[in-house]
């Protein structure tokens, strides 16, 4: 706790990762790590506090101003150096295009994102030399005998306690207790209970780990418009085309056909942080999990993006548009819409 105080906080904290009227950077650094200390546990064990420490000193030691953003080649020099000390954090090529496409969006990268992605898809084993390490750093000739390392704590009971799990960090509850919130105590027993409930009624009977795009929308709708559930809900009491671009671009979705993990869900659905529009939000406005309508446009792409080429678009053809000598049915050219290229760089005034 030492390191977290230490941070200066003399620059104004507006664009922070978290917000700073309810909670300062320690706080915000300790979910994060909880998070990802919950991950690394439904793949292996339990965080030591060693590592726990090195982990944020290598990160303190590049925001310096603790707003809990760096930038993304920041993160590469931060594998860098916890790899001399943790064999886990070598970013070979393979390993480097993988965190480019889960975090380089053109845009500074969150502490919370970090360690959301840090533990989940990593398999641990026993090294050569009896070392914990991770199956990719691994010489081809070893890959077929893997030896997992010994747990230093239980195996979640099934993958909808390791998602409850997430979800109750993000309601405040202290990582200690989260187990005895998840296993039926609490105040936020109802509201996590709820989570599952209305994802086992989209999986009709069968154990699905994952879930299509279009019903983890329609899950989120149901949260906030019938029971105002989940981050969506805190400033609105229907669920619109903003929301959809806003859980799209958190869970990384960026097509129509896209599944979603009950994990992937709890981590985004209640989590505090503020959104920040950046190039996920773009990606994913311009890509087919969001489909056009006259409410997205209205609601996304006039108030964000003004000046796009796109916006231009779709004005010409609604307004002053003609094949032919004719102009276009309403409904001709709102189907045309769903089709266009949605570029939203902007475009000077002719």
Not at 15 to 20: K, Q, V
Not at 95 to 105: C, S
Request: contains cysteine; negative net charge.
């Amino acid at each position: 706790m030492a390191q977290w105080s230490q941070v200066s906080c003399d620059r104004s904290l507006r664009d922070a990762a978290f917000d700073a009227t309810t909670e300062d950077f320690a706080t915000y650094a300790r979910r994060c790590m909880a998070h990802m200390a919950v991950d690394f546990r439904h793949t292996c064990g339990a965080f030591n506090q060693e590592y726990m420490d090195d982990f944020l000193r290598a990160w303190c030691k590049r925001d310096c101003e603790g707003i809990g953003l760096l930038p993304f080649t920041d993160l590469l020099e931060l594998a860098a150096d916890l790899a001399t000390k943790y064999e886990s954090w070598e970013v070979d090529a393979g390993e480097e295009e993988r965190i480019r496409a889960a975090l380089d969006h053109g845009c500074l990268v969150s502490l919370r994102q970090l360690c959301l992605y840090a533990e989940r898809d990593e398999v641990y084993a026993l090294g050569p030399e009896g070392q914990e390490t991770v199956q990719r750093v691994l010489p081809a000739h070893l890959q077929d005998a893997i030896v997992a390392p010994p747990r230093l704590a239980p195996a979640f009971a099934s993958e909808e306690e390791f998602g409850l799990s997430h979800l109750c960090l993000d309601f405040g509850i202290d990582p200690e207790d989260v187990e005895w919130h998840v296993s039926g105590g609490g105040k936020w027993n109802a509201q996590s209970r709820w989570y599952a409930e209305a994802w086992r009624r989209r999986c009709l009977g069968r154990q699905m780990l994952a879930l299509g795009w279009p019903d983890v929308e329609d899950l989120l709708r149901e949260a906030v418009e019938v029971n105002g559930y989940s981050r969506f809900s805190r400033n609105v009491c229907r669920w619109g085309s903003c929301s959809s671009a806003e859980a799209a671009a958190l869970l990384g979705v960026f097509d129509r056909c896209a599944l979603v993990s009950f994990r992937d869900l709890c981590v985004i659905a209640e989590a505090p942080e503020p959104f920040r529009r950046n190039g996920s939000f773009m990606k994913s406005v311009t890509s087919s999990a969001i489909r056009w309508s006259v409410q997205f446009h209205t609601e996304v792409v006039v108030p964000f993006f003004p000046t796009s080429r796109f916006r231009r678009q779709v004005s010409f053809l609604a307004f002053a548009g003609s094949a032919g000598g004719h102009r276009l049915p309403r409904r001709v050219w709102r189907l045309v819409f769903g089709f266009l290229a949605r570029d939203l760089s902007p475009q000077a005034e002719c």
